[in-house]
């Protein structure tokens, strides 16, 4: 197939090589910057930078970009799009987007599936890609009414990409789920380390420190707008955050030994029964 890799970012970058590593197909790039470009065409991790007459004649189109950016490629060069041409995104929301994709219905020819590989770093950019991040993960298929065989091709490139499960979903249920799994721990780590504590931690700060503030070093315009995306399912998932907190804090406050030791066994069971 001929692909082409919009947005040579880090999972762009990583998607570009994984597939130039482990599969035959043809792989382009498109990126707004210049030098990701000139570095992925270098290192191999694509044969060439893509044009408008490469869009005509692609198979399949990652949108490795932002939301905003990938409804704005769908409205700009969805027309461009072959019948059947297969195209998909990694964005960390699905609804609005999948709703973006759906009021362009039938200004191009292309089908749409939802995509979200479950893998990252806290670098951004094509220096920091590197397709040993999708070994053994997930790759979230948000199934949305499109084809099966589309979808199912974007399953076999997910796979040999080195993915190890295949998860569909729909794109509320995506959603739902990545507020808690994802947005809700990068909400957290950015509260923990505002604290004025943070300032004087090192020294007295081990494995608890590091695990709990490790994504606190964000991306900051990129989780903006994903927390605004999924404002409703986030809030709702804070709310069930504070409520909790709240419970520890008065429990603590209240030298209430027997409650305090149970809501901790209740957690540290709930843990251990779901990983």
Same mark, same amino acid.
């Not at 429990?251 to 990983?275: D, F, M, V, W, Y």
């Given at each position: 197939?001929?692909?082409?890799? =919009?947005?040579?970012?880090?999972?762009?970058? *990583?998607?570009?090589?994984?597939?130039?590593?482990?599969?035959?197909?043809?792989?382009?790039?498109?990126?707004?910057?210049?030098?990701?470009?000139?570095?992925?065409?270098?290192?191999?991790? &694509?044969?060439?930078?893509?044009?408008?007459?490469?869009?005509? *004649?692609?198979?399949?189109? !990652?949108?490795?970009? !932002?939301?905003?950016?990938?409804?704005?490629?769908?409205?700009?060069?969805?027309?461009?799009?072959?019948?059947?041409?297969?195209?998909?995104?990694?964005?960390?929301?699905?609804?609005?987007?999948?709703?973006?994709?759906?009021?362009?219905?039938?200004?191009?020819?292309?089908?749409?599936?939802?995509?979200?590989?479950?893998?990252?770093?806290?670098?951004?950019?094509?220096?920091? #890609?590197?397709? *040993?991040? @999708?070994?053994?993960? *997930? !790759? &979230?298929?948000?199934?949305?009414?499109?084809?099966?065989?589309?979808?199912?091709?974007?399953?076999?490139?997910?796979?040999?990409?080195?993915?190890?499960?295949?998860?569909?979903?729909?794109?509320?249920?995506?959603?739902?789920? &990545?507020?808690?799994?994802?947005? =809700?721990?990068?909400?957290?780590?950015?509260?923990? =380390?505002? #604290?004025?504590?943070?300032?004087?931690?090192?020294?007295?700060?081990?494995?608890? !420190?590091?695990?709990?503030?490790?994504?606190?070093?964000?991306?900051?315009?990129?989780?903006?707008?994903? @927390?605004?995306?999924?404002?409703?399912?986030? =809030?709702?998932?804070?709310?069930?955050?504070?409520?909790?907190?709240?419970?520890?804090?008065?429990?603590?406050?209240?030298?209430?030994?027997?409650?305090?030791?149970?809501?901790?066994?209740?957690?540290?069971?709930?843990?251990?029964?779901?990983?």
């Amino acid at each position: 197939m001929k692909i082409v890799i =919009v947005g040579l970012g880090l999972i762009g970058g *990583s998607i570009a090589k994984a597939l130039r590593q482990n599969t035959s197909h043809q792989v382009l790039g498109m990126d707004q910057n210049q030098d990701s470009l000139l570095d992925a065409c270098s290192c191999g991790a &694509i044969h060439g930078k893509a044009g408008s007459e490469d869009l005509k *004649s692609a198979d399949l189109v !990652y949108l490795c970009v !932002y939301p905003e950016a990938a409804l704005e490629f769908a409205a700009n060069f969805g027309p461009l799009l072959k019948e059947n041409c297969i195209l998909t995104d990694t964005c960390g929301i699905k609804s609005a987007l999948c709703a973006g994709i759906e009021a362009l219905r039938g200004t191009g020819k292309y089908v749409f599936v939802p995509g979200h590989p479950m893998a990252g770093k806290e670098r951004s950019g094509f220096s920091a #890609s590197d397709p *040993s991040i @999708f070994v053994g993960a *997930s !790759y &979230i298929i948000a199934e949305s009414g499109g084809p099966a065989w589309a979808a199912e091709q974007v399953e076999t490139l997910a796979l040999a990409m080195g993915f190890g499960k295949i998860v569909r979903t729909t794109p509320q249920r995506h959603d739902q789920m &990545i507020a808690f799994t994802s947005q =809700v721990p990068h909400v957290l780590a950015c509260a923990y =380390v505002l #604290s004025p504590q943070c300032q004087a931690h090192q020294g007295f700060s081990a494995g608890s !420190y590091r695990d709990v503030s490790r994504v606190a070093d964000i991306n900051d315009a990129l989780w903006t707008r994903l @927390f605004l995306d999924n404002q409703e399912a986030l =809030v709702k998932e804070l709310d069930e955050l504070v409520g909790n907190l709240s419970h520890f804090r008065n429990l603590i406050s209240a030298g209430k030994t027997a409650e305090l030791q149970s809501l901790l066994h209740q957690a540290g069971e709930s843990k251990r029964r779901n990983g």
